[in-house]
């Protein structure tokens, strides 16, 4: 079974001020540190949607680029939803992949234990899609099997892969505490900053 890993890079992040993929945490910009925890656990590549900040993602991902361990997908509609995202995404994704993990680049605090459970469990039950739990609710990072794919490709608006999970009753559940902490303002990521190193 073979995982193709999918960071969604390209929103506009307006309540944040500036390019919030490319703010730094823990000495890395986000978007970099987020496509290295999947690049060494997506043996079907890596494929980074980038829009708003594109330029900046490309400089930050340069060297990954260049060796080919992450490809870039534009998304030249990215301002129109989080749905454009996954539909330039998916559409980019090889067809030797079995399903895909999606990442988003503002939960800095999941780190690679958190995806190594959420792959092992998929891993168990490869037919299901299986999402992280946090907080009395599910979302990504999510891995969804292709069977499942057309429906992310038809998703539209600012409808993300939480969508499929309220549609599939039937799914894989990882209890993920530190996928709760998103980060929208810089607030956010000085908190998270402060708190102790997972």
């Known amino acids: 079974m073979k995982l193709a890993g999918l960071l969604l890079a390209a929103g506009g992040a307006t309540r944040f001020g500036s390019p919030k993929v490319l703010a730094t945490y823990r000495g890395e910009p986000l978007v970099r540190r987020a496509a290295h925890l999947l690049v ?3 043996p079907a590549g890596v494929h980074v949607v980038v829009g708003a900040s594109a ?29 454009t995202s996954l539909v330039h995404g998916v559409s980019a994704l090889p067809a030797v992949a079995d399903a895909v993990l ?21 891993q168990v039950e490869p037919a299901l899609i299986a999402a992280a739990g946090f907080s009395d609710r599910l979302g990504p990072p999510v891995i969804i ?19 499929l999970l309220e549609w599939h009753a039937e799914h894989t559940t990882v209890a993920m505490p530190h996928a709760a ?18």
């Not at 099997?145 to 969508?163: H, I, K, T």
């Not at 902490?181 to 997972?198: C, G, I, M, S, Y």
């Open 145 to 163: 099997p292709r069977e499942f794919w057309p429906q992310l490709a038809a998703l539209r608006g600012d409808q993300g892969a939480r969508s």
């Open 55 to 83: 330029a900046g993602v490309r400089g930050a991902l340069a060297s990954e680029v260049a060796s080919g361990s992450i490809t870039l997908v534009d998304n030249p509609d990215w301002a129109r939803g989080l749905s």
């Open 40 to 42: 060494s656990r997506c």
């Open 181 to 198: 902490f998103d980060v929208d303002t810089p607030e956010d990521l000085a908190r998270l900053e402060a708190a102790p190193a997972q």
């Open 102 to 122: 999606i990442l988003l680049c503002d939960q800095p605090a999941v780190t690679g234990g958190d995806l190594d459970a959420l792959i092992s469990a998929w």
